[in-house]
């Protein structure tokens, strides 16, 4: 029998959903509006958003962006991907341990990881730039892969493994043709994560940059201590609409992953 949920627990959710999405929703509207004052509307205009590209300070943030997002995505995405696999060969209570340390950067507050690796950049003398911002966005994005991928591994048999084995291919074989097609999905994902948590880091990125090194998040709330106008909330929603995306499109990667059916073509 099917059972019926409380009319309830429909309104909490809603209720749930305007808390959390009216706020974003006020920032794309005033993005479009013609006046400069936050609290009066005056009319639909397209105006913050051709002016953004025409700021000298927004391009050169959005540059370091992205240097920064793709860079620090391609590193973690590697090494994450390695973390997980390499997890599958040691014992449970090793697993344990190391997957707990791996953990570590998603459960403690940016605020402490940025204040960390700040002091560790000063013990070594490694000059605050964009290449200390790589490294702090690498260091939190792994574990972002590493959780993913280490998902996707947990529902994969060992089944095709073997019988490629059985059938004469060596360790890279199996790696190249049965492995890797299977973890793809989770790569990708694990990929469009890293890059839009890389995007939208402030915390982190507050800490440990420097001269000529200053991303989206940084300049936006630079310019919001003057005050907030309607270029910050054109960018913000640009920064909404780019991250959301991601994120779907991560989710719609491995749903579809999890979906198909779990098939091998063995050229050996």
Same mark, same amino acid.
């Given at each position: 029998?099917?059972?019926?949920?409380?009319?309830?627990?429909?309104?909490?959710?809603?209720l749930?959903?305007?808390?959390?999405?009216v706020?974003?929703?006020?920032?794309?509207?005033?993005?479009?509006?013609?006046?400069?004052?936050?609290?009066?509307?005056?009319?639909?205009?397209?105006e913050?958003?051709?002016?953004?590209?025409?700021?000298?300070?927004?391009?050169? #943030?959005?540059?370091?962006? @992205?240097?920064?997002g793709? *860079? %620090?995505?391609? =590193? &973690?995405?590697?090494?994450? /991907?390695?973390?997980?696999?390499?997890?599958?060969?040691?014992?449970?209570?090793?697993k344990?341990?190391?997957?707990?340390?791996?953990?570590?950067p998603?459960i403690?507050?940016?605020?402490?990881?940025?204040?960390?690796?700040?002091?560790?950049?000063?013990?070594f003398?490694?000059?605050?730039?964009k290449?200390?911002?790589?490294?702090?966005?690498?260091?939190f994005?792994?574990s972002?892969?590493?959780?993913?991928?280490?998902?996707?591994?947990?529902?994969?048999?060992?089944?095709?493994?073997?019988?490629?084995?059985d059938?004469?291919?060596?360790g890279?074989?199996?790696?190249?043709?049965?492995?890797?097609?299977?973890?793809?999905?989770?790569i990708?994902?694990?990929?469009?994560? #890293?890059?839009?948590?890389s @995007?939208?880091d402030?915390? *982190? %990125?507050?800490? =440990? &940059?420097?001269?000529?090194? /200053?991303?989206?998040?940084?300049?936006?709330?630079?310019?919001?201590?003057?005050?907030?106008?309607?270029?910050?909330?054109?960018?913000?929603?640009?920064?909404i609409?780019?991250?959301?995306?991601l994120?779907f499109?991560?989710?719609?990667?491995?749903?579809?992953?999890?979906?198909?059916k779990?098939?091998?073509?063995l050229?050996?």
């Amino acid at each position: 029998m099917k059972s019926k949920s409380h009319p309830l627990l429909g309104i909490h959710s809603l209720l749930v959903m305007i808390f959390i999405y009216v706020p974003i929703a006020i920032i794309i509207v005033y993005s479009f509006n013609s006046s400069r004052l936050a609290a009066d509307w005056s009319g639909f205009t397209f105006e913050w958003y051709t002016s953004l590209f025409s700021n000298r300070h927004v391009m050169e #943030a959005l540059s370091n962006t @992205l240097t920064v997002g793709v *860079v %620090s995505t391609l =590193v &973690s995405t590697l090494l994450g /991907t390695m973390a997980a696999l390499s997890m599958r060969k040691v014992s449970r209570r090793m697993k344990a341990g190391m997957g707990g340390l791996l953990y570590l950067p998603i459960i403690i507050p940016d605020i402490i990881m940025g204040l960390s690796l700040l002091v560790l950049f000063t013990q070594f003398h490694i000059p605050l730039g964009k290449l200390t911002i790589i490294i702090a966005h690498i260091t939190f994005c792994i574990s972002y892969v590493f959780v993913i991928i280490t998902t996707r591994l947990s529902g994969m048999g060992g089944q095709l493994e073997e019988a490629a084995q059985d059938l004469g291919a060596n360790g890279w074989q199996i790696f190249r043709h049965v492995t890797l097609p299977q973890i793809m999905p989770g790569i990708i994902s694990g990929a469009l994560i #890293a890059f839009t948590m890389s @995007l939208d880091d402030f915390m *982190v %990125s507050f800490f =440990v &940059s420097g001269p000529n090194s /200053t991303t989206l998040p940084i300049y936006i709330y630079g310019q919001v201590k003057r005050g907030i106008s309607p270029e910050i909330n054109a960018l913000c929603t640009i920064l909404i609409l780019v991250s959301i995306t991601l994120i779907f499109l991560a989710q719609f990667v491995l749903n579809r992953g999890k979906g198909q059916k779990k098939q091998s073509v063995l050229p050996f």
